[in-house]
């Protein structure tokens, strides 16, 4: 079974990456903070390449009335 705990913490810091991006004020501070999320979805990428996993895009996920229809039939 594959172990996801290193992708899920690298998620976890770009997550909180990017609302301090969002937050920052400043240009210098903005700046870096989009430096810094830059480098996590790299680390993040490298990531998902080392476990051979692909990423879905919210278009490619089922939506609620599909899912319910792959449920129903």
């Known amino acids: 079974m594959t172990d996801f705990t290193h992708l899920n913490a690298i998620q976890e ?3 909180r990456a990017r609302e301090r991006f969002e937050t920052a004020k400043a240009g210098q501070a903005r700046d870096w903070h989009a430096h810094e999320v ?3 979805e790299r680390e993040e990428a490298s990531e998902y390449e080392f476990l051979g996993i692909v990423p879905q895009s919210l278009d490619e996920v089922l939506s609620d009335s599909d899912l319910l229809g792959e449920l129903v039939a």
């Open 13 to 15: 810091r770009l997550f």
């Open 38 to 40: 830059k480098m996590i």
